[in-house]
Nanobody, 119 residues
């Protein structure tokens, strides 16, 4: 079992920035394919960004709604994946979840961190 622990959420004004962190409990685990998802009140959970494994080149992918504003990255030494969020909008308000999944093998989720964008 692997624990994913998110941090970095909070209240920010429109146009502001936040950086979310996702720390994996097993050393080296963040080198696997990872992703960030979010769920707003009354809505389904949606994909925000993904990054492929280190051995697959660390290719990133983003939802259209966050392209050019959000950046997913990893720090292998800290076993952590990040989501840098810039130019935040009220519609980015949601609980953000970190995920690590390999089809048919494992599917781990963090507990979520609240991001609120409001003036």
């Amino acid at each position: 079992q692997v624990q994913l622990v998110e941090s970095g959420g909070g209240l920010v004004q429109p146009g502001g920035s936040l950086r979310l962190s996702c720390a994996a409990s097993r050393r080296g685990f963040s080198n696997n394919a990872m992703g960030w998802y979010r769920q707003a009140p009354g809505k389904q959970r949606e994909l925000v960004a993904t990054i492929t494994s280190v051995t697959s080149g660390g290719i990133t992918n983003y939802a259209d709604s966050v392209k050019g504003r959000f950046t997913i990255s990893r720090d292998n030494a800290k076993n952590t994946v990040y989501l840098q969020m810039n130019s935040l909008k009220p519609e980015d308000t949601a609980v953000y979840y970190c995920n690590a999944a390999l089809t048919g093998v494992y599917d781990y989720w963090g507990q979520g961190t609240q991001v609120t964008v409001s003036s």
